[in-house]
């Protein structure tokens, strides 16, 4: 199947000619339907706390033992989708058309005054409708003619500007909900930072811009990692035929796989409770109270989980004889648990021994809370209970690629979902000897995805490792937990920035 010339490609890429034939395998495979025994509601599945529980959880928080905590904030990638309609438009008007006044380009334009990123001397102050000042503003928004935003991450562009006159990027702004929620005893904040390699300068230029300034105001000292997908993550891409796809080069093509690739980052980190939080899910300061609220609900409940399946593993660790009474019980106790917290159903064990056995590998995991919020029709994934290959059921969250929509059951599981993913997540990665868990041993290597691609006109497959808080995620303890949607506020399109979220 490979040349010379392609052993040589792929182990100059770090990766093994028994892995790309696998994945050239998985092409021709496909993945499996993701089972769905139903969705996770607050009847089953989805934990709706009362104002009380809100406080016990966030004062459990405050007072809990932690060796180590960090925050960890997927920032790759260009923010070219989030202008794709500004792109179009440009495009539009270069070729000798009108927009219509409420094309989103349009809107953009009519509003440019809004955004953090205006200033008079770039974008004028006397505006029109007319199509040349439009793709004036077009342009100098999203090319090197001026602000060059169509090529940068979504980390460094301006989001938000202050009634002070401060103007933060959206990586300004998890600068300081990290400060809030995720500060270390000795003051310091620890964030890990996954971007390109051809980003670094503009992520270490927009932090130098504002590291001292905030760590005086804050009284903090932050602890700063800018790391990368690794290239060998990477996976190749096949033609329709399932064939390795050939350049013009005639070389092979590999394509980055996914954020589900970041776990190899995640497995890196040695604190042992990390929050997760996508770069473009931040909002004005001014809501910042509420977000930290529901940030230290989330890492409460998942130091109170932590807490108390280690007593369990402890509690087994100590049973000496499985069928006495006494390991019976506890083993009846800990079943419950596993079925109402966190929806895992076990099938029946074949002795005593086995049970323990099996209840000891549910308990020892990494553990993750993901905040859920109501159905709003935004994009994203949701949460359901599935059934796993060994006959247990377990909580997870799903992409619609993930789901056969073709089979009934499915399909009226997904119409009948009743919450979705905002990316706001609390992991616990250390097992209860203090020791960190290898991540990788935990990943579901049949929840990944194919799509259609393009290569200069040409199509393609491309393979998606299975994704970071999906099937990466797959065999962990996993608990939601409904938080208000008031705490998710993504900016996918620019025009997003002109929500009230974003806005003074």
């Known amino acids: 199947m490979f040349t010379k010339e392609d052993i040589a490609q792929i182990e100059q890429r770090g990766s ?6 696998q994945q050239v395998e998985r092409f021709k495979q496909g993945f499996p339907w993701m089972k769905i025994v139903a969705p996770a509601t607050p009847e089953r599945g989805i934990q709706v706390l009362d104002e009380a529980a809100v406080e016990a959880a966030a004062k459990y928080y405050d007072g809990a033992k932690i060796s180590g905590k960090c925050k960890f904030v997927p920032a790759s990638g260009a923010a070219s989708r ?11 008007l270069k070729a000798g058309k009108e927009l219509a006044d409420d094309a989103p380009a ?7 005054a809004s955004f953090a990123f205006y200033t008079p001397e770039l974008f004028g102050t006397e505006s029109c409708k007319c199509p040349e000042y439009r793709k004036d503003v077009l342009a100098k928004t999203l090319t090197d003619e001026g602000l060059g935003y169509g090529a940068k991450p979504k980390g460094v562009l301006k989001f938000h500007k202050y009634t002070d006159g401060e103007i933060r990027t959206a990586f300004a702004e998890h600068l300081v909900e990290a400060q809030n929620y995720m500060r270390n005893e000795d003051g310091t904040a620890n964030l890990v930072v996954t971007i390109s390699p051809e980003h670094q300068h503009l992520f270490e230029d927009a932090y130098a811009e504002v590291k001292e300034a905030y760590e005086a105001k804050y009284g903090v000292k932050y602890n700063i990692t800018f790391t990368f997908q ?31 690739a970041l776990i190899y980052n995640l497995n890196k980190i040695e604190e042992e409770v990390v929050s997760i939080k996508n770069i473009d899910n931040v909002a004005n300061e001014r809501l910042l109270p509420e977000t930290a609220t529901w940030k230290k609900v989330l890492l409460g409940k998942a130091l109170e989980l932590r807490d108390r399946i280690y007593g369990y593993l402890n509690a087994l660790d100590a049973c000496a004889e499985p069928c006495s009474d006494e390991c019976k019980a506890l083993c009846d106790e800990i079943e419950a648990f596993l079925d109402k917290t966190l929806c895992v159903t076990l099938p029946a064990a074949s002795d005593c021994k086995a049970r323990v056995a099996a209840l000891r590998a549910k308990l020892d995991r990494p553990i993750r809370v993901a905040g859920m919020v109501k159905n709003q029709g935004e994009p ?20 619609s690629v993930q789901i056969n929509m073709s089979d009934d059951h499915a399909r009226n599981a997904l119409a009948s979902a009743t919450h979705f993913n905002p990316v706001d997540i609390v992991c616990c990665l250390h097992n209860y000897k203090g020791e960190s868990f290898d991540l990788l041993k935990y990943v579901d290597e049949d929840a990944g995805f194919i799509s259609s691609k393009s290569y ?30 008031a705490t998710f506020n993504p900016v996918k399109v620019v ?9 003074n």
């Open 456 to 485: 200069q006109g040409r199509e393609l497959k491309a393979l998606e490792l299975p994704g970071l808080w999906n099937g990466a995620m797959s065999n962990w303890n996993t608990l939601f937990v409904e938080v208000p949607l």
């Open 16 to 21: 093994a000619v028994q892995t790309v034939e």
């Open 380 to 399: 994203g994934g949701g949460p359901f209970i599935i059934a796993e290959k060994d006959g247990s059921t377990s909580l997870q969250v799903l992409e």
């Open 495 to 503: 025009l997003d920035l002109l929500r009230p979220a974003h806005q």
């Open 106 to 112: 349009a809107r953009f334009v009519d509003q440019i």
């Open 82 to 92: 989030m202008f794709k309609d500004l792109f179009s438009g440009l495009d539009a």
């Open 230 to 260: 690794d290239k060998a993550t990477d996976t190749v891409a096949v033609d329709v035929e399932n064939k390795p796809f050939r350049t013009e080069t005639d070389s092979l093509l590999f394509r980055p796989a996914g954020h589900g």
